[in-house]
């Protein structure tokens, strides 16, 4: 079947310009994370949708960043007023349940 | 809050000689631990992963981790790497607190030379 989709794959913009991040997860699966992976780093965990409760918003670095999910389906992330230091690849990964998570391919994203 | 520590940035090998990737990981209560694998232009792969059950885990490329409580530790080792190996290695954590996301360590690049 199909797995973890991310559009778009590469994105480049300007300081102070907003952008849009999407992701669709694996059918039927329940959970959606979001994660962030800068240059020499590791991942940073940034926001966690399950079902329909309410989602962990605790790895957001900022207000900038918001996220939506509908249903179990598409999610989004928005980053508003894009600085550099938000450039980085930006990771989205669906579960079914909490454990085993599988992972999109990532959008690059490249702040100038 | 949970954290993994993997103790080695790179690790150069010959093809053909052992290899061992340390992580480490800070839980006091239930954990589920995992291993990812990031080929060069790659997105991020599950190689093993440890649940519950027997503590040694395998996957189907060789590799092996064995999960050990009293140490907190979840070493990846193979016996004998191939030059298709090299790669970047991520050590994950799942559970206590943090019940669902994972926690990463900073991750091993592993470069296996001819």
């Known amino acids: 079947g199909a797995g973890v989709s991310q559009s778009p794959s590469n994105k480049v913009t300007e300081k102070g310009k907003d952008v849009e991040l999407r992701c669709d997860p694996i059918s039927g699966h329940t959970a959606l994370y979001w994660y962030r992976q800068r240059l020499g780093q590791g991942l940073e965990f940034l926001i966690y949708?399950?079902?329909?409760?309410?989602?962990?918003k605790s790895g957001l670095p900022s207000d900038r960043f918001s996220a939506e999910r509908t249903g179990e389906s598409v999610s989004t992330l928005t980053i508003q007023r894009t600085q550099q230091e938000d450039s980085a690849v930006y990771l989205c990964?669906?579960?079914?349940?909490?454990?085993?998570?599988?992972f999109g391919p990532g959008t690059r994203l490249t702040v100038l | 809050a949970q954290s993994v520590t993997q103790l080695d940035s790179q690790v150069p090998v010959f093809e053909e000689a052992p290899v061992e990737l340390r992580c480490n990981y800070s839980?006091?209560?239930?954990?589920?631990l995992f291993w990812y694998v990031q080929y060069p232009n790659q997105g991020l792969q599950l190689l093993l992963k440890y649940l519950s059950g027997s503590t040694l885990v395998e996957s189907i490329n060789g590799f092996e981790a064995e999960f050990n409580k009293s140490q907190t530790s979840f070493h990846l080792r193979k016996p004998s790497v191939h030059i298709s190996d090299t790669a970047e290695y991520f050590c994950?954590?799942?559970?206590?607190?943090?019940?669902?996301?994972?926690?990463f360590g900073q991750g091993t690049i592993l470069t296996v030379h001819p």
């Open positions: 839980s006091s209560v239930s954990v589920y």
């Open positions: 949708f399950q079902g329909n409760s309410a989602p962990d």
């Open positions: 990964a669906s579960s079914l349940g909490t454990r085993e998570q599988f």
């Open positions: 994950a954590a799942s559970g206590g607190t943090s019940y669902g996301k994972l926690t």
